[in-house]
T-cell receptor, first 114, second 116 residues
Framework: KAGVTQTPRYLIKTRGQQVTLSCSPI?????VSWYQQTPGQGLQFLFE???????NKGNFPGRFSGRQFSNSRSEMNVSTLELGDSALYLC?????????????FGPGTRLLVL | AQTVTQSQPEMSVQEAETVTLSCTYD???????LFWYKQPPSRQMILVIR??????QNATENRFSVNFQKAAKSFSLKISDSQLGDAAMYFC?????????????FGTGTLLAVQP
């Protein structure tokens, strides 16, 4: 099976712009979670989607949003970008939610905000 | 709230030697899973090993094994016969079982260097 894919891999934006990141989970996986990784804050949970429903949301401002489509692909959107949004954004997929299953990660999208 | 602590920011080991990375966690739950993930310079997060809290037997995967002490809330990773390819950042992570969420709580990571 193909692994988790994320597009784009690299992105450069300026403050105030918005950005959309995409994640395609492993075939058959219905749960997609998003994480932000920065040197200062480490790995922080953004949100999780399961069967097109948001299951959980981390402590991030409303500028961060996401959605999941019927084919389980997920997108996250960040509006009004700030310098502090520069980070590696990782998505992870698993078959179900809440059962301690292994989550498989994509290669990440590296976002730089200038 | 659950927390995961990795107290060793950096570790170094000689090739072919054994190294142990430490992880402690705090939770009031009894059912949960613990993971060690490896993140090499490519930044791809790779699962190393997984432990179910209800299992007393420590998980092993080839050269990787854990020492899971539930009462002490400790979950260390032992890497035997270290190889150059083991050099990476290692993250310990916790997820609550049955909470209708896959939210992983990560430690701050341990950067492992392998010396030839």
């Amino acid at each position: 099976k193909a692994g988790v894919t994320q597009t784009p891999r690299y992105l450069i934006k300026t403050r105030g712009q918005q950005v959309t990141l995409s994640c395609s989970p492993i075939s058959g996986h219905r749960s997609v979670s998003w994480y932000q990784q920065t040197p200062g804050q480490g790995l922080q949970f953004l949100f999780e989607y399961f069967s097109e429903t948001q299951r959980n949301k981390g402590n991030f401002p409303g500028r961060f949003s996401g959605r999941q489509f019927s084919n389980s692909r997920s997108e996250m959107n960040v509006s009004t970008l700030e310098l502090g949004d520069s980070a590696l954004y990782l998505c992870a997929s698993s078959q179900t939610s809440g059962r301690g299953e292994t989550q498989y990660f994509g290669p990440g999208t590296r976002l730089l905000v200038l | 709230a659950q927390t995961v602590t990795q107290s060793q920011p950096e570790m170094s080991v000689q090739e072919a030697e054994t190294v142990t990375l430490s992880c402690t966690y705090d939770t009031s739950e009894s059912d949960y899973y613990l993971f060690w993930y490896k993140q090499p310079p490519s930044r791809q997060m790779i699962l190393v090993i997984r432990q179910e809290a209800y299992k007393q037997q420590n998980a092993t995967e080839n050269r990787f094994s854990v020492n899971f002490q539930k009462a002490a809330k400790s979950f260390s990773l032992k890497i035997s016969d270290s190889q150059l390819g083991d050099a990476a950042m290692y993250f310990c992570a916790y997820v609550y079982y049955g909470g209708a969420t896959n939210k992983l709580i990560f430690g701050t990571g341990t950067l492992l260097a392998v010396q030839p």
